[in-house]
C-alpha cells in the first residue's frame, strides 16, 4: 500500500483530508480484504469456503490486529508528515521503513548474515543519504 494510498485524499473536498480522512481509509480497507483474500485463495486453489476455513486461524488475530493498529498509527503520522513538509518530501521519509523493518528482520531474525549485512547497511546508508538531501531540499524554498 505504500506511498499511493493517500492520492485519493489530494481530490477529497478540504474538509476530508488530514487524519479525517484515516477512519474512511481504513473502512475502504475493511471492505476490500475480503474479496481480496478470496482471490487469493482461488488462485491458491482453495475455492470453497470449507477448503478457506481450514485455512483461517483465529490464534492469529491477535497479532493481525496489533499489525493493524501499528499501521494506522504509522499513516496517521504520514499525514501529518504531509501536511507539515509536502507528499513528495513525506513519502521519501516513509520510504526509509524499508531500512528499519530489514534491519529488525537482521536482528531479530537472523535474515542476513556476513557481506549480506554489510550491503545492507551500505546501501541503507545511501538510502538515508538520500531521504536528508529530500528533507532538506523539501524544506528550502
Same mark, same amino acid.
Given at each position: 500500500?505504500?506511498?499511493?494510498?493517500?492520492?485519493?485524499?489530494?481530490?477529497?473536498?478540504?474538509?476530508?483530508?488530514?487524519?479525517?480522512?484515516?477512519?474512511?481509509? $481504513? =473502512?475502504? &480497507?475493511?471492505?476490500?480484504?475480503?474479496?481480496?483474500? /478470496?482471490? %487469493?485463495?482461488? @488462485?491458491?486453489?482453495?475455492?470453497?469456503?470449507?477448503?478457506?476455513?481450514?485455512?483461517?486461524?483465529?490464534?492469529?488475530?491477535?497479532?493481525?490486529?496489533?499489525?493493524?493498529?501499528?499501521?494506522?498509527?504509522?499513516?496517521?503520522?504520514?499525514?501529518? $508528515? =504531509?501536511? &507539515?513538509?509536502?507528499?513528495?518530501?513525506?513519502?521519501? /521519509?516513509? %520510504?526509509?521503513? @524499508?531500512?528499519?523493518?530489514?534491519?529488525?528482520?537482521?536482528?531479530?531474525?537472523?535474515?542476513?548474515?556476513?557481506?549480506?549485512?554489510?550491503?545492507?547497511?551500505?546501501?541503507?546508508?545511501?538510502?538515508?543519504?538520500?531521504?536528508?538531501?529530500?528533507?532538506?531540499?523539501?524544506?528550502?524554498?
Amino acid at each position: 500500500m505504500a506511498g499511493s494510498i493517500l492520492i485519493p485524499m489530494d481530490y477529497a473536498d478540504e474538509e476530508f483530508c488530514g487524519i479525517v480522512f484515516l477512519p474512511s481509509m $481504513a =473502512i475502504g &480497507a475493511m471492505l476490500s480484504v475480503v474479496p481480496i483474500s /478470496l482471490g %487469493q485463495f482461488w @488462485i491458491e486453489g482453495k475455492s470453497s469456503f470449507d477448503a478457506i476455513g481450514k485455512e483461517i486461524r483465529l490464534d492469529a488475530l491477535p497479532h493481525g490486529m496489533l499489525t493493524g493498529a501499528l499501521y494506522g498509527v504509522a499513516i496517521a503520522c504520514n499525514i501529518k $508528515a =504531509i501536511i &507539515a513538509l509536502d507528499y513528495a518530501t513525506a513519502m521519501v /521519509l516513509m %520510504q526509509t521503513q @524499508i531500512l528499519v523493518s530489514g534491519g529488525w528482520g537482521i536482528v531479530l531474525y537472523n535474515e542476513l548474515k556476513g557481506k549480506e549485512v554489510v550491503f545492507f547497511f551500505m546501501w541503507g546508508s545511501a538510502l538515508v543519504v538520500g531521504a536528508l538531501v529530500a528533507s532538506y531540499s523539501g524544506t528550502t524554498d
